[in-house]
């Protein structure tokens, strides 16, 4: 388990170091500003120091909840694992630890992990297509939303759920498939034992 923990931090730092640098770059060649609000100073140029203490804290939480999720695996409804879009859109609750929530939050939790790997794969490939001047994939949905939302952070906030579905879709698929492999080897865990 600490393995695929490990892997995750790994994956996560490098990916934010990705985002980061795209970011920079994207902004140094003045070709876009930084869309994330939380994130932005008010010309749209990146905080830097913002962004590494939010992702710091969002890499303390979902490494946590990976570790918790994966001793709970073996708590997962098997019909999340038959058919994980019965997940997809499951996961408003207040307390993932309440015992009639883990057989579909240790389930998402796992999830979240690749999840937000890809998240952060897609943002850096979408920094570097602006930086390069290259038509990118998010601006015209951005622009889109914006036209009819009005509000910048509300606008952030819509492309971000438009964006995570699809995501979200293939990381419960990914985990349900490692898991049915799990199940077919009859080896009672999800990663390899340390």
Known sequence: MRKWIGLYIAAFLALTGTDLASTLWALGKGNGQEFNGAVADGAGMLVVERLLTINGAALLFTAAMLGWALRRRDRIDPRYIDRPERALLNYLYLNPFAARRIPVSAFHYIALAPAI??????????????????????????WSVQKIVG??????????????????????HLVARALRQEGARGTGRLVPAM
């Open 117 to 142: 790997l890809m998240i952060k794969a897609v943002a850096s490939l979408n920094n570097s297509l602006i930086a390069a001047g290259i038509p990118d994939l998010i601006s015209p949905l951005a």
């Open 151 to 172: 509000h910048p952070t509300a606008t952030y906030w819509i492309v971000i759920m438009i964006l995570f579905h699809p995501i979200w879709w293939a990381a419960l």
